[in-house]
Structures are given as structure tokens and as C-alpha cells.
């Protein structure tokens, strides 16, 4: 069964990570709804037990559906690097250990390329990966995909953004997302798509369900 998202409607952003609250808050604001997070109404972090980006976005959407009885949208993402087979993929988060030391997970990832002898550009591609599940109180759900491609550089450049974004160049840019701003690194307007993976995805998702041109 198809469901919409009313105009006005309070969404729950599923996530404790307090940089994708504020980039999903930024990416809903323009079409009028309230966001509160999972956070910030107490409700536990469920297992990712997922294979795959759709399955964890899923787990994490309906779970928050469910436990506050409003409508709930999630982000599962990383970076998929093709020199280490994939990894970190959908353990991205957890490369960065419990306490979130995302400078640790960029120097684990820059340690296995250096291993590998992946140091020229052509040998250190990948790809931002960002699925969003909207789901709703009775369970029902729909993920939304976008990517976009890149290379991997060192040392870390930029302080904007969160995570990976300062070791990520994407494709056709000479900065990092760590040097984007919010806007360059969304930059989606109801007309592009945008550049981020999480813009493209909410391009998907906002064509879907919010009417978006």
C-alpha cells in the first residue's frame, strides 16, 4: 500500500548520530514538517543485523515508527571503498569503535590502502552510499538510494561536514566534503538532484513522498 507524508507532519529522524539529524533536518525543513530525533525522545538504538544498506535503514526506520507512533525516516550509509573489497560498507560506523573516533576509522581506512599499494588516484576510488526508509507506526516501509562517486585522498582536508566527508573527493571536484559547505556538499534545490549521496537519496525520497518537482 502506498502512503504519503502530510504537509505540517512531525517526522522522527531515527538516528543518535547528531550530524545526520542535522543534515536530514536540513534536507525536510524547506517542505514544512517537524523533526524531532530518536535521541531526543529516548528511544533505543535497535541491532543492525542487516546484510545490506536497505535492510539496516529498514530496522533502524520501523523500529522508530513503531516505539513513537509517527511517521519515521532513517539513514543507513558509508563509504564503500573498492581497493578493500567494499569495506567499510555498512560497518562505516563501527570502523570508527564505540566512542565515534572517526579520525581513527580515516587513518584504519588510509593503513589498508597504504597495505594494498593503492596510492595512485585511479587505485583509490569509492563511493558515499546513503539509503533513507521512511516507515510508518503499522510497519509498513520504502527505502530511497543515492551514491556518489569518488576517490579516497590523505591527509584529511576540511572540517565541515562529519565522518568520512574530509577524506572524500567526489568526482569532478578538487575539495573534499570536508570543505564543502552544507549547502555545496547537498546542493539539491527540487531541480538537481544534488551531490551528496544522502541529497540524492532525499531527492528520491522527496519526489516520492513530498510532491517534489
Known amino acids: 500500500m502506498v502512503r504519503s507524508l502530510n504537509k505540517g507532519e512531525t517526522l522522527v529522524v531515527a538516528s543518535h548520530n547528531e550530524g545526520k539529524v542535522r543534515e536530514i533536518n536540513e534536507l525536510i525543513a524547506p517542505f514544512g514538517f517537524k523533526a524531532v530525533s530518536a535521541g531526543s525522545l529516548g528511544l533505543p538504538e535497535p541491532d543492525e543485523t542487516g546484510t545490506t544498506f536497505e535492510e539496516n535503514a529498514r530496522i533502524k526506520s520501523v523500529a522508530a515508527a513503531t516505539a513513537a507512533g509517527l511517521p519515521a525516516l532513517s539513514d543507513d550509509s558509508g563509504i564503500v571503498v573498492d581497493a578493500l573489497g567494499g569495506d567499510p560498507g555498512i560497518y562505516s560506523a563501527r570502523w570508527g569503535g564505540p566512542d565515534k573516533d572517526f579520525a581513527r576509522a580515516m587513518r584504519m581506512i588510509e593503513e589498508k590502502l597504504d597495505a594494498a599499494g593503492a596510492r595512485a588516484p585511479a587505485e583509490r ?89
Open 125 to 213: 576510488t569509492g563511493r558515499f552510499v546513503a539509503v533513507l526508509s521512511l516507515a510508518f507506526p503499522d510497519g509498513a516501509s520504502e527505502e530511497f538510494r543515492g551514491e556518489v562517486e569518488g576517490t579516497l585522498v590523505w591527509p584529511p582536508r576540511g572540517e565541515n561536514g562529519f565522518g568520512y566527508d574530509p577524506v572524500f573527493l567526489p568526482v569532478g571536484f578538487d575539495r573534499t566534503f570536508g570543505e564543502m559547505s552544507a549547502t555545496e556538499k547537498h546542493g539539491w534545490d527540487g531541480k538537481s538532484e544534488g551531490l551528496s549521496h544522502r541529497a540524492r537519496a532525499f531527492a528520491c525520497f522527496a519526489r516520492a513522498k513530498l510532491g517534489a518537482a
